[in-house]
């Protein structure tokens, strides 16, 4: 008797009822795949892989094609388990969508792209439409088609792909023609469909100034990535118990599936009181939010986010994506909820011990000057040319006192604010030249450095600060935050970065400031850097020209007549940001306009 494959494997299959078709052979026939679809002008198909080449011809016949698309890598998993009977079957859950999505998404994104616009503007026409399944495994292989022609079924072995059709490799091809057949498997079709979600054509497509499209070649950002927008319009997803599943069509896409889905196995899922892990919009935002904020080590790593900001047009962009114009409208519900979050968390500090008042005060001039960092290269690129000392436009800062000040949490805060998450470097990695590399990479996204011993802001620091004659237009501020360790600024430090001295101290009962804290970091969204930014750009133009044409007196950026011995008056970013504050949420009172002393 032959031994049984699962018998040490713990895989024996549970009994189900099969789906069975009766049919009799009514013909066998030799036929070009022309001839199978002649006559069909629309297609829903079900498939794990395809070939670009295959779906330019077949486009031009159809007017219309909805086409589901499987994962390779859980296929592959199945038949890892088969091959090596001792293992066990591991379950596809959320992070294995996610980063099967993702990875998916960017390569069909780079197949359409060799297929030429044809194809491109079907998709952004919507006659176009692909789908990925989202979790359930679906072995079939499904094509209905209907026309003037009349009704027809194409099932079989052959994926939707140019060897399968064209007859490079062997295949069996069923077909079953009139109306009850089609929709029998119709049936079966949108079973799969309600458990798949829509790639939605800007996450394929970018449609240009003059109207014409050209495949996306920018990464996809988490939050655009099918199953995630699917949770952004108010689904939950439940991961399901061990189960093997179905394949895609990229070998690179999948191996940039598999390094993507490592990181993201580290994702802290939530669950419910049966144990099983619930996903819902909330709570994708959440996880998402705190993967990208996980620490970096070398600027060699792959996907650093990178912001930038285009002061020309106006632009700025997230991962080479667009992510807000100058003229473009932000919704003042939105800023007014950012603002009364951070005045709640701001006020939370005056039940400190030690100077509370202080420390808030201190905490709204380094927010004021952050806020503004990313747009001081740009006019250091300017200033340095004609003479100005370039700590005039501070692109380091130090948040140093007590420990127990609430300074690691408020700068995490005030970045995730700023671009929607916080990018961070340990301390016991950090040294000058990484940072010099990581802040390069990172463009206008912040870089936090948390918890600076003493030998290391003694060893890097200065190294750090005293050499900047940086003439970049654009690299990220770097902000430091110390313990009691590092009790005093030298004071050639002091006048190159930002120092924020920090003399007060959470109390012991503290679960009132703890939550209001935990709900800054929870809720806070990026609304009013936004809006600030609006405001901040054409008066950075206007500073950047006032340098260039090398007047007497030069632009204030913070809006701090301590700062520069000789100025012009300018907005600044204290008056930007008070403004914005005064506006929407009337109860906050005018932000610290100056820096913190030693």
Known sequence: MPADLFADAGLRPAAKPLTVFRAELISCEDTTWEELFAGFTRLKAITFSSSIEFLVRLADRLDDAEIVFGSESILSKEHLALAQASQTIAAYGFAD???????????????????????????????????????????????????????RVVTGSANLSLAAFEGRQQEIYVTFDGEPAWT????????????????????????????????????????????????????????????????????????????LGTELRELALPKDKSGRTVVNAATALRMLRSWRARPLAEASEDRIPRAEIDFSTGMVSLDGVPWLRVDQAVPVAEVAHDARILSQYLSSFLSFFGNASGAVEVYWAFLAWLYAAPTAPYLRQAAVPVGIDPWVYPVYAVLFGRSSGGKTV????????????????????????????????????????????????TSHVPDLVRTDQETAALYAPVVLTTNRDVSTIPPDLTKRMVTCHIDAAIPENRSVTARIARRAQREIGTALYRAYLQRLIPEVRRMRAEIDAEAEAFPDLTGDPRRCARRSTGLGTAACLRGLLRRPAPAIHRPACRYAGR
């Not at 940072?435 to 912040?446: E, N």
């Open 97 to 151: 969508a996610l980063a099967d999505h993702k990875a998916l998404t960017e390569a069909l994104a780079r197949l359409l792209g060799r297929g030429g616009r044809t194809l491109l503007t079907r998709v952004v026409a919507g006659s176009l439409r692909f789908r990925l399944l989202r979790g359930r495994p679906s072995h079939e292989k499904l094509y209905l088609l209907s026309g003037p022609a009349g009704w």
């Open 410 to 457: 408020f700068s995490r805060v005030a970045a995730r604010s700023m671009f929607g998450f916080e990018k961070m470097i340990r301390s016991g990695q950090f040294t000058a030249n990484r940072a010099l590399g990581l802040r390069d990479r990172l463009g206008a996204i912040p870089l936090l450095i948390d918890d600076v011993t003493r030998d290391k802001f």
């Open 184 to 259: 029998l498997f119709d049936g079966h079709y949108q079973r799969d469909w309600r458990d798949s979600v829509a790639i939605e054509p800007d996450a394929l497509v970018t449609v240009e100034a003059d109207g014409g499209a050209v495949a996306r070649t920018a990464p996809l950002a988490l939050e655009e990535v099918p199953i995630v927008r699917v949770l952004n319009a108010g689904v939950a997803l439940v991961d399901p118990p061990a189960r093997p599943q179905p394949t895609g069509f990229a070998a690179e896409a999948l191996r940039a599936a598999s390094a």
